[in-house]
């Protein structure tokens, strides 16, 4: 088991590690910072002056290890719109990211598993075909287009929740069940998958000619084994949460990473931006870290593969 953590720890420290040079030769490249700050009548002078202060005339390695050097202190460097250090518009835009995508988890298993189940309980019938049909409908309309429609009918028209903020928890519930139907369709075929699986085996037959009652085969025996892969795919689901809540975020007015995000990559602060991709992706790194090691403690035979 501990040479197992060992392995899947270095090898989620290089994935990060490659992210973020990635990430770093990507931005550096997609513009030219100081004629963004400078302005189009900037004189030649007055754009040497910039990227000498910003320390753009030196080689990107060298940039590129000092920025992950204070990027691993907790320093990102200051924002170039905003004039502020970075950590402080993470820090103070995080919690908001990351009530959504919790709450948006909670809206996507509240749909997936009683779909899943019951589309698994009757395969190829009227169930299980209206079950795929609810679920790939949360995938088939864009997110923001299906956010715009909750804003009109829930908040607009019957008064039940605000339109945009992030100042109390009910500001989160239509984005919250935005994002969370949108990702709901693959979490409800993997359960569905398992299920009918699981159904099918003999240890489920063996209990039903026990007299097991249906609800405790169901639910004890037969979820609770097709529940190990939906973990790993929690895992990344949430993780897409965060990094894809860039338009949810701006459609309902959310101060999170995702408004944080956009309002940087328009205004071309590139600060904001590299660290909150290399945040995004520690943290999809880690929970699919997480995942590996709680699959691999309910079920040995994965860390003995």
Same mark, same amino acid.
């Given at each position: ?20 040079? @990635? ?46 050097? *204070? ?13 502020? =250090? ?7 835009? @995080?919690? *908001? ?44 309309? =864009? *997110? ?80 609770? *084994? ?80």
């Amino acid at each position: 088991m501990l040479l197992y953590m060992a392995q899947r720890i270095g090898l989620a420290v290089c994935v990060c590690l490659a992210v973020s040079l @990635l990430a770093f030769l990507l931005l550096n490249a997609s513009g030219d910072v100081a004629s963004a700050i400078a302005g189009e009548e900037a004189t030649p002078a007055q754009m040497a002056a910039i990227r000498t202060e910003l320390g753009l005339d030196r080689s990107w390695v060298i940039r590129y290890v000092e920025w992950l050097g *204070n990027a691993l202190r907790g320093d990102f460097g200051n924002s170039l719109f905003f004039q502020q =250090p970075v950590a402080d518009l993470i820090v103070y835009r @995080l919690p *908001n990211t990351l009530t959504l995508a919790a709450l948006a988890a909670l809206v996507m298993l509240a749909l997936a598993v009683p779909l899943g189940v019951l589309a698994a309980l009757w395969p190829g019938s009227i169930v299980d075909r209206t079950a795929l049909a609810i679920a790939v409908m949360g995938q088939a309309m =864009p *997110n923001f287009w299906f956010g715009l429609i909750l804003i009109v009918v829930f908040s607009l028209m019957l008064g039940w929740a605000p339109a945009s903020g992030s100042t109390t928890l009910a500001h989160f519930i239509l984005p919250a069940i935005a994002l969370g139907y949108y990702s709901t369709p693959p979490m409800m075929r993997l359960i569905r998958a398992g299920m009918i699986e699981a159904l099918s085996s003999d240890y489920i037959r063996t209990a039903r000619a026990k007299g097991i009652g249906t609800g405790k085969v169901i639910f004890k025996h037969a979820l609770r *084994n097709a529940v190990i892969p939906v973990i790993s795919l929690l895992a990344v689901q949430f993780g897409n949460m965060l990094g894809g809540s860039v338009v949810i975020e701006t459609v309902f007015g959310i101060q999170g990473l995702g408004y944080l995000a956009w309002e940087s990559i328009s205004r071309m602060d590139l600060p904001v931006v590299q660290a909150i991709l290399l945040i995004v992706a520690v943290f999809y790194i880690a929970l699919v870290l997480l995942s590996d090691m709680v699959n691999s403690w309910l079920d040995p035979r994965i860390r003995i593969q």
